[in-house]
């Protein structure tokens, strides 16, 4: 096919707090240098936002380093934590709040914010663009271009106009080569890309497994005699149950808003558990239901997050790229927290580049520079010392796990002399259907619990209805023949979006894919038992349009 083809000294896939950060710092250093530099990012959402999915309670850490203006350039941080509230939950009625000295260093927040990372994302956004960066949002990286010598040169954007069984329409539009000296890709937890590149390149030779967690976050207008402007609320234990671990978070935004949410570990072993429901029933919990009693809920939004932390790190870089933010897994889960991370590891990249390119490369190297300065920073440091956190909950459960990172973060600052390794595969933990116990969850009261449908409503999820399916099956009867038959295809509860039903019909059982629903959240690429749902990216402009989530 004939292709529209524009070549750029760096091309960056993804426009998320690691993307943003990796253009804003290469055109500074191109600036201070007065070097010109042609830099671009592609961002498969409607707008630079869209796609964006966050807590948040913020680090400024990064950001004080990018621009330490950033106040006066007015970055909407707009709310400082005032206080931590930190509860065990011993069940649906009680909760135990923790003393600060019971709890992880990690986990406090003096000197923090609570933002909206699609601001905030909007905001970097402004910044890349007066400093010349192109920003294409609508357009997705579809596929890999490779150079001869098998080093990366950047990508082809998606096709548009395509029907459903992928023949051209009138409306086609063939997509783009975007060609690098370096492509940086920052697509998020699970980017396809970035997992095609790790596949490829080996990069996860000798690490752990990736793991995962499946966030949900909803935005809540209160009652303004209920809102405490700053106040964070986290919590483990109930609705979490035996070998599930998660936590739960409410935190008091501007505007008499609450964001709330449950993140649940993708590791859990009953097929039966339905993450939504389970966070559904969250909100009823005293402590929680407190604040939203009255309220009325405004924002809807799920997403996967890599959480394997240092041990699941692959290497970022390979000839002519590199991984960074989540898409490598820079998160700090004992932090509950990824953006400050995934920025730095945008800087350190940008500075890897702009040194390659000032130098007179002309790209396709493999920048060991980067792994130097990546060894050298306050990011490995704070990766390292959290390094047991999540391998000890998983060893020890919650209660022992915590008790070993508390005394570990708190007395030691992560440096007891042990490396705990959780070498478990996310989707290979299911139990077989009949071996684990139905879950019966109460309807929900469209009070404080909701079906899914009306929640996908909130997010302003929409595609192309006539397009290929973004959702591949590489073996079409696994679903029914496979995961029916031994899990009761959880893909059906698993799903925080209602894209995946199991149909009766007069000819059998059949699995329906209902694409246009799709949050992007990668849950089914991630938990699928049988590994035969790949998510690609859709047509652009597709997907959540999330308006400050």
Known sequence: MERESMEFDVVIVGAGPAGLSTACQLMKLAQEKEQELMVCVVEKGSEVGA??????????????????DWKEKGAPLNTAVTGDDIYLFNGEESAVKLPGFGVPKTMHNEGNFIVSMGNVCRWLAEQAEQLGVEIFPGFPAQDIIYNDDGSVGGVITGDMGLDAEGNQ?????????????YTV??????????KELIAKFALDADKSPQHYGLGFKEIWDIDPAKHQEGL?????????????????????????????????????????????????????????????EGGKRVSYGARAMAKGGFNSLPKMTMP?????????????????KGNHTAMKSGMLAAESIFEALAAGDEGAKDLTSFTDKYRNSW???????????????????????GAYNTIDQNFFGGKLPFNFKDDSLDHEQLKLAKDAPVINYPKPDNKLSFDKLSSVFLSNTNHEEEQPCHLKLADSSIPISVNLAKYNEPAQRYCPAGVYEVE???????????SQNCVHCKTCDIKDPSQNITWVTPEGTGGPNYPNM
Request: aromatic share 14%; net charge negative.
């Open 232 to 292: 964070v609320v986290h919590s483990a234990g109930w609705p979490l149950e035996k070998d599930t671990t998660g936590g739960g978070y409410l935190y008091h935004a501007e505007n008499n808003q609450v964001f709330v949410g449950l993140i649940i570990d993708l590791n859990y072993s009953n097929p039966h558990l339905s993450p939504f429901d389970e966070f559904q029933r969250y909100k009823h919990h005293p402590k929680i239901a407190q604040y939203l």
């Open 51 to 68: 796609h964006i999915l966050s807590g948040a309670v913020f680090e400024p850490r990064a950001l004080n380093e990018l621009f330490p």
């Open 379 to 401: 990011l490995y440091d704070e990766l390292y010392s959290t390094r047991n956190f999540g391998p000890a909950m998983h060893k020890f459960g919650t209660f022992l796990g």
């Open 504 to 514: 009766s019909t007069a000819e059998g059982d059949k699995f329906v894919i209902n």
């Open 185 to 194: 890709f920052a697509e998020g937890c699970r980017g396809h890309l970035g």
């Open 320 to 336: 002519g790229a590199v991984l960074v933010g989540c898409d490598a897994g820079t998160i700090n889960f004992a932090k509950i």
């Open 169 to 181: 329409k009138d409306s086609f539009m063939p997509g783009m080569e975007l060609k690098a000296k």
